[in-house]
């Protein structure tokens, strides 16, 4: 059994497609609310747009917020019009990539293999990688929602390199992003366990150190309700992580 182990939560703002230049203002406030943290509780984690990495990294310089990208290309380089490689979102401030997002999965259609591809390729630059998992409704709804994440935890990993300090992992319920709607406790309780196991199977004992995220419909309301559940060890927020004041709304849970 692996030992027991502290892990430092983090939130993660994953922007998507939304913020321009001027939402800098946004780190801006956010960084000045981070101030009156007594202790650095845990760590703050916001993804925008790849048009405004380089910029929102020059002006969160400084403070206790790292900027990363949403995404990558499994090559270093080539003839893939409109994509972007590790290496030029690292260049551009990138400390880590979210990988395999539910949204790149279903819109892109990136297989396990493509996303374990571009997890290898954000840690052959010494970015650390986010790996989103989850299930749609129909899939939880047939009761399939364990099959799923087991066969996205063992196929979208890296095979090799991969360790609590570079590695972290993201359980989205593809039903719960940006619908308002979230599980139960208890149905993340469940899936986060689970998620746990996998990890050790695959990692050993620094699978018991790799952080896991929940994502979907995390806010202000319900944000101490999810981060108090056993092994949820931050989150990835979406809409909610838009609005310095919405976004230090989940973060001062841990305050």
Not at 29 to 56: G, Q, S
Not at 193 to 214: N, P, Q, S
């Amino acid at each position: 059994m692996a030992p027991s182990v502290r892990r430092k939560p983090i939130i993660a703002g994953n922007w998507k497609m939304n913020g321009l230049q001027k939402s800098k203002s946004e780190v801006t406030k956010l960084a000045k609310r981070m101030e009156k943290l007594p202790t650095r509780a845990c760590d703050v984690l916001i993804c925008p747009p790849a048009t405004i990495i380089a910029t929102l990294s020059q002006t969160a310089k400084g403070t206790q917020i790292a900027i990363g990208a949403q995404d990558c290309h499994q090559n270093d380089s080539g003839a893939h019009t409109g994509d972007l490689s590790a290496a030029m979102v690292k260049e551009a401030g990138a400390k880590w990539i979210i990988v395999g997002h539910s949204e790149r999965r279903t819109d892109h259609g990136e297989t396990d293999k493509v996303v374990a591809a571009k997890a290898i390729a954000a840690l052959g630059q010494k970015c650390g990688a986010i790996v989103c998992v989850g299930e749609t409704l129909k899939e939880r709804k047939a009761k399939d929602t364990l099959k799923v994440i087991s066969r996205q935890v063992r196929n979208s990993l890296p095979k090799e390199g991969a360790t609590a300090k570079n590695l972290i992992l993201a359980y989205e319920p593809v039903w719960a992003i940006g619908t308002g709607l979230t599980p139960t406790l208890d149905q993340i309780r469940e899936v986060h366990a689970f998620i746990r196991k996998k990890l050790i199977t695959a990692l050993g004992d620094e699978g018991a150190k790799v952080r896991i995220l929940y994502g979907g419909s995390v806010k202000p309301a319900n944000a101490s309700d999810i981060l108090g559940v056993e092994d949820v060890d931050g989150a990835l927020v979406g809409g909610a992580s838009l609005k310095a004041s919405d976004f230090w709304g989940i973060i001062k849970t841990y305050a």
